[in-house]
T-cell receptor, first 114, second 114 residues
Framework: DQQVKQNSPSLSVQEGRISILNCDYT??????FLWYKKYPAEGPTFLISISSIKDKNEDGRFTVFLNKSAKHLSLHIVPSQPGDSAVYFC?????????????FGPGTSLSVIP | GAVVSQHPSRVICKSGTSVKIECRSLDFQATTMFWYRQFPKQSLMLMATSNEGSKATYEQGVEKDKFLINHASLTLSTLTVTSAHPEDSSFYICSARDWGYEQYFGPGTRLTVT
């Protein structure tokens, strides 16, 4: 049973517009969420995170929104740039200890069209 | 900061041989390291979690005798694929975490078994 879901396997957005990547989770014990970006044949790169005590975290062009009641989070990229084209993984964890594993979603492939 | 390296980046080996992949945290001490496998166009599959000085915890379905993990120090973990088969060909990625909650990923190792 997938605990972290990204229901859109792919997304295409025009350069300069907003990209919205969605993620849903099922385990209410998760209280820390992360987004990673991955290019082919490279390791994922950490982008932004949010803890469950917040509902929004912003870092430059990237904003993550968390709706705990809906068990839903989203990553907004604005404005989108061609270099943002990559696979984006949503991930969830518990802040109990650093030993807790992070559960990754299946990823969404974003294409930003020039 | 938070750089994780992997060596080698690519390796080709013959069926039946063993290959070792190293994962190092270069500028921080990793209390926990994770090993993932990624098949083409699929998500990251967690194979095992290792804490320094203790035995690795393997995910269900991962053969611990085939994928030997050693976390000998706070900066080094190794994954040894024993008696490699062509089905073991994949992209192996490690990640490391200190006392925080983000994981920092290595660049990955492409294993090809002929």
């Amino acid at each position: 049973d997938q605990q972290v879901k990204q229901n859109s396997p792919s997304l295409s957005v025009q350069e300069g517009r907003i990209s919205i990547l969605n993620c849903d989770y099922t385990n209410s014990m998760f209280d820390y969420f992360l987004w990673y970006k991955k290019y082919p044949a490279e390791g994922p790169t950490f982008l932004i995170s949010i803890s469950s005590i917040k509902d929004k975290n912003e870092d430059g062009r990237f904003t993550v929104f968390l709706n705990k009641s809906a068990k839903h989070l989203s990553l907004h990229i604005v404005p989108s740039q061609p270099g943002d084209s990559a696979v984006y993984f949503c991930a969830a964890s518990r802040m109990k200890t650093s030993y807790d594993k992070v559960i990754f979603g299946p990823g969404t492939s974003l294409s930003v069209i020039p | 900061g938070a750089v994780v390296s992997q060596h080698p980046s690519r390796v080709i080996c013959k069926s039946g041989t063993s290959v070792k992949i190293e994962c190092r945290s270069l500028d921080f001490q990793a209390t926990t390291m994770f090993w993932y496998r990624q098949f083409p166009k699929q998500s990251l599959m967690l194979m095992a979690t290792s804490n320094e000085g203790s035995k690795a915890t393997y995910e269900q379905g991962v053969e611990k005798d085939k994928f030997l993990i050693n976390h000998a120090s706070l900066t080094l973990s190794t994954l040894t694929v024993t008696s490699a088969h062509p089905e073991d060909s994949s992209f192996y990625i490690c990640s490391a975490r200190d006392w925080g909650y983000e994981q920092y990923f290595g660049p990955g190792t492409r294993l090809t078994v002929t």
